[in-house]
């Protein structure tokens, strides 16, 4: 296994690889694979990215966020009329969201997504059209997945898992009760975890997945 210095040093090596980020607003404490982020950013999507870029690095068992969101003050603060303004524009002219089917609040620049979509690729568009918009302190996605009434097919979603390059398979157990998705086992890295999740999720049919893969790292 890695040392805790060594497991810190790869984070933080990970944080300054993405150009979004700047290592010296991230600190990062290691636990024996847990990593936890703390500091201050100025937009939500670089807390985002630095947990992202911190579950990326192997070794990574679990990542507890402390990242703070404070506006720029040369840039100013926007107020939630403004922020709401800004998604509804940009949300106008992205052909992957059902625009009739979403809804969103502003509270103190926190952003609450509400709704209904076919397909979780819609969901996660939503999510990252407010997640990019400036003054956005943190997003809720509750949007959610419309009841399909077609049967799910564990076999499909096994054979994707076998047809992907990046993803071993050999130890994820699939499991499906009505429209939700059940994924369990253990997995080298959080990147295989997270990729099995959303491989999953394109499964037509899928109304929820509960991703229990456990992340143990054999140096």
């Known amino acids: 296994m890695k040392t805790n210095e060594e497991l810190q040093k790869d984070v933080l090596e990970a944080i300054n690889w993405e150009p ?5 607003e991230i600190g990062v404490i290691v636990n024996d694979g847990v990593v936890t982020l703390t500091g201050i950013v100025d937009s939500y999507a670089k807390k985002e990215e630095a947990e992202n870029a911190a579950k990326s690095v192997a070794g990574v068992k679990v990542v507890v966020e402390k990242i703070d969101v404070r506006l720029d003050k040369i840039s100013g603060k926007k107020d939630d009329k403004e922020i709401a303004d800004d998604l509804i524009k ?3 002219w992205n052909s992957q969201i059902p625009k ?3 809804r969103a609040k502003v509270e103190e620049g926190w952003v609450t997504l509400e709704g209904e979509v076919e397909w979780n690729y819609q969901r996660e568009a939503a999510y990252d059209i407010a997640k990019y918009q400036y003054g956005v302190k943190g997003v809720t996605n509750n949007i959610s997945i419309i009841i399909n009434k077609d049967q799910i097919e564990r076999e499909t979603i096994e ?6 390059l990046f993803l071993d398979d050999s130890n994820i157990t699939v499991e499906v009760s ?8 253990v997995v080298p890295s959080w990147m295989q975890k997270d990729k ?12 929820d997945i509960n991703n229990q893969l456990k992340v143990e790292y054999n140096y």
């Not at 979004?20 to 010296?24: C, T």
């Not at 009505?178 to 086992?185: E, F, I, P």
């Open 196 to 207: 099995a999740e959303k491989i999953a999720w394109k499964a037509h049919g899928v109304q």
């Open 178 to 185: 009505d429209n939700n998705v059940t994924l369990k086992g």
């Open 159 to 164: 054979r994707a898992f076998r047809r992907n």
């Open 20 to 24: 979004l980020l700047n290592a010296s």
């Open 90 to 92: 940009v949300v106008k």
């Open 100 to 102: 009739e089917k979403i």
